[in-house]
C-alpha cells in the first residue's frame, strides 16, 4: 500500500484566528491574527492586522512580535491581492499571549500604546475542512480545523467593542455554506501544488 504523503513542499502551518463584525451602534472590529508555527518564507512568529472603530474614527495596525515576519506577511497579503486591511502600514512591536478562558478563544496585545483584548465567545462544533487546489488558493493543497464563533468582543485599552457575527457568502462557493465571519481556522496546513489549475483572483490570506 502506497503510502500517503503528500509530494510537495509545505508552505505554512499556522492557526488563523479573525474577528469581523459591525454592531447596532456602528462600531466595527476586524482582526486577522496569525499564530505562524512554521513558514520558510514569513517567518514563526505571530502577526496581526487590526482595524477597529470604537465610536471615534477607524485605526489600523499591522503588528507582530517579529517586526521581520509582519513586513514578510504584508508582502505575501500584497502580493495576493489583499484588501480588507492598508497595507501601506509599518509594522509595530506586539507582545501576544494566548489563551482559552471558559469555553472562549482569546488573544492580548500589547503594544507601547495599547492593550488589546480579543475574544471569541459562542463556539461552534469544530469541522475539518479539504480544499486542494484550486479550490481556495490556486497552487496551494490546504486542510484545517474550522471553528466558528457567534460573538466577537475587542477591548481596547478598557473600552470594549462586541457583535454578533453574521454569515460570510464569500465561503458558501468552498465550503458549501456560509461560515460565520468571526471563525478560527487550527492547524492550517499549506502545501504547495503549482500543478494545480491557476485562476486569478483575490485571496483571503
Known sequence: ???????????????????????????????????????????????????????????????????????????????????????????????????????RLAWRIETRDHDFAATWSDLRKPFEYVAPAPLLVADEDITTVFVEAGHGRLEVDGTSVEGDALPDEYWRPKVGRPLLACHVALAEIRVSNPGATRRVRPRRG
Do not use: C
Open 1 to 103: 500500500m502506497k503510502h500517503p504523503v503528500h509530494p510537495g513542499p509545505v508552505s505554512h502551518v499556522w492557526d488563523h484566528f479573525v474577528l469581523d463584525f459591525k454592531n447596532d451602534a456602528g462600531q466595527l472590529v476586524y482582526l486577522s491574527l496569525y499564530a505562524i508555527a512554521l513558514s520558510p518564507t514569513v517567518g514563526a512568529a505571530n502577526v496581526a492586522l487590526l482595524g477597529y472603530d470604537a465610536g471615534s474614527g477607524r485605526h489600523d495596525l499591522l503588528l507582530g512580535d517579529d517586526v521581520s515576519a509582519a513586513l514578510n506577511m504584508r508582502e505575501r497579503l500584497r502580493s495576493m491581492g489583499y484588501k480588507r486591511s492598508p497595507l501601506d502600514l509599518e509594522p509595530a512591536e506586539a507582545r501576544f499571549q494566548r489563551s482559552a478562558p471558559h469555553g
